[in-house]
């Protein structure tokens, strides 16, 4: 991972995404050591767990993981919001307040937050005009982030806002190839390049996630990134929707 991790770099990969909760924090170790001098070339975005109690000692915690001196972006981490956490996250000392004061320390550059779903707290985040940067889970089977048929959704509205956008689950966590799998069983055809050209193609999309666990894993996603041949005019294809 570590040898992934620097070929990345020498490749112009300048995104990395990890959380404090990625195997209690070895993920983030893992990244500090790979990137051991190249802080200055790269961005580096974390988390904190939505339902982290000493937001302070995350944030330390994840400082020496990665060995830096500030954190690019820290988002709140979470799948899902109930409207009782998205009060507590927004409200007076609440966890947003925390990372404001930590970023007025200098400790953290951006502030975001991660989710899974659409619901009224993606957009109250939104509104909020407190966060930097949105991560959502966007792919070809998962498009409740952007449709463009109306358009509507919350890389829409992170747009409007002046919002970083991330997608997470961007080759659709298997979801598409096993499905493929179930009514074409014959089907050997590998759909992760196609998968991962929609999302590039989006024009709301600032940074599409990819896990890549060896070498050879980047050099083949840097190989479909490079294919800008291979990129489709979504408005088009959907003006033509019936």
């Known amino acids: 991972m570590i040898e992934a991790i620097q070929r990345a770099v020498e490749l112009g990969v300048t995104y990395f995404d990890t959380a404090a909760a990625y195997g209690a924090g070895e993920s983030e170790r893992i990244f500090g050591e790979g990137l051991v001098g190249h802080g200055d070339d790269v961005f580096i975005a974390t988390k904190v767990a939505h339902e982290e109690s000493d937001v302070r000692g995350s944030v330390q915690r994840s400082l020496e993981n990665l060995n830096v001196d500030a954190l690019d972006l ?61 991560q959502i889970c966007y792919n070809l089977v ?59 193609s989006d024009p709301l999309v600032d940074v599409a996630l990819i896990g890549m666990r060896t ?20 408005e088009e294809m959907h003006r033509k929707y019936v």
């Open 142 to 200: 998962h498009l409740h982030a952007h449709d463009y048929t109306r358009p509507f959704g919350s890389l829409v509205a992170a747009e409007g806002a002046g919002m970083g956008t991330v997608t997470m689950r961007t080759l659709t966590s298997g979801l598409f190839q096993r499905w493929m799998k179930m009514v074409r069983p014959e089907d050997d055809f590998d759909y992760s390049p196609a998968l991962l050209q929609f999302v590039l």
């Open 74 to 134: 820290v988002q709140i981490h979470g799948g899902d919001y109930t409207t009782e956490q998205t009060d507590q996250i927004l409200a007076s000392g609440g966890m947003l307040e925390t990372l404001e004061s930590l970023r007025n320390e200098g400790l953290i550059r951006h502030l975001g937050f991660t989710s899974e779903n659409q619901n009224g707290a993606v957009y109250r985040f939104i509104e909020s005009g407190r966060f930097d940067v949105m």
């Open 215 to 234: 070498p050879e894993e980047v050099e083949a996603n840097f190989t479909v990134l490079n294919d800008l041949d291979g990129r489709i005019d979504i």
